[in-house]
C-alpha cells in the first residue's frame, strides 16, 4: 500500500476513544475500500497497516462488535470457526430454524408427527404436501433436529 493509499484509507475514518468507525462506504455494515483495481473490508486494510500481516486463510475479527470499527486495538485474527464461537459466547447469532424459517412449511406439531409416524415415506410426503426427500431429512434428524419426539413440546 503506498502512502497515498494509507492517507486515503485515514480520511475515510472518525477516531473516537472507542471506535474508529467507517464513514465512507459500508456493505452489510462493514467498510469498504478501493485499493487498485478491487476492494478490501476496511477492518482488513486497518489490521494490515497498523498490525501487520494477515495469514491466508485468517479472519480480521471484532472485539468491539461493530462491524464499523477500523481501530486496530479493537480487532483480532481468527480462523472462521474462532468468529463464530466468539459470536456465539456473546450470544450475537440468530440461527432462524423451525417455523421461524422464512421457507418453514411445517408446524413443530407436524414435524413431530412426521418423526413418529410409521409407514412408507412418499405416504407420509404426500400427506404433509412435501418431498419424499424432506420425510427422509426429518426421520434422519438432519432437518428439524431441535424438535424431539420424546420430549414434551411447549
Not at 472507542?18 to 477492518?43: D, I, P, Q, S, V
Not at 480480521?60 to 480487532?75: I, K
Not at 456465539?88 to 412449511?105: E, N
Request: charged share 25%; net charge positive; hydrophobic share 30%.
Amino acid at each position: 500500500m503506498t502512502p497515498k493509499d494509507k492517507a486515503r484509507f485515514e480520511a475515510k475514518f472518525h477516531v473516537t476513544p472507542g471506535c474508529w468507525t467507517w464513514m465512507a462506504f459500508r456493505r452489510k455494515g462493514y467498510g469498504r475500500f478501493r485499493l487498485g483495481t478491487g476492494c478490501e473490508n476496511a477492518n482488513r486494510v486497518s489490521y494490515a497497516l497498523y498490525v501487520g500481516q494477515i495469514p491466508d486463510g485468517m479472519l480480521v475479527c471484532h472485539r468491539c462488535d461493530n462491524p464499523s470499527c477500523v481501530n486496530p486495538d479493537h480487532l483480532f485474527l481468527g480462523t472462521n470457526q474462532d468468529n463464530i464461537s466468539d459470536m456465539d459466547s456473546k450470544g450475537r447469532r440468530h440461527v432462524s430454524r423451525g417455523t421461524k424459517h422464512g421457507m418453514a412449511k411445517l408446524s413443530d406439531a407436524e414435524v413431530l408427527e412426521i418423526k413418529k409416524a410409521p409407514g412408507k415415506q412418499r405416504d407420509i410426503a404426500k400427506k404433509f404436501g412435501i418431498s419424499q426427500a424432506m420425510v427422509n431429512n426429518i426421520k434422519l434428524n438432519k432437518n428439524w433436529k431441535h424438535l424431539n419426539p420424546n420430549e414434551r413440546q411447549p
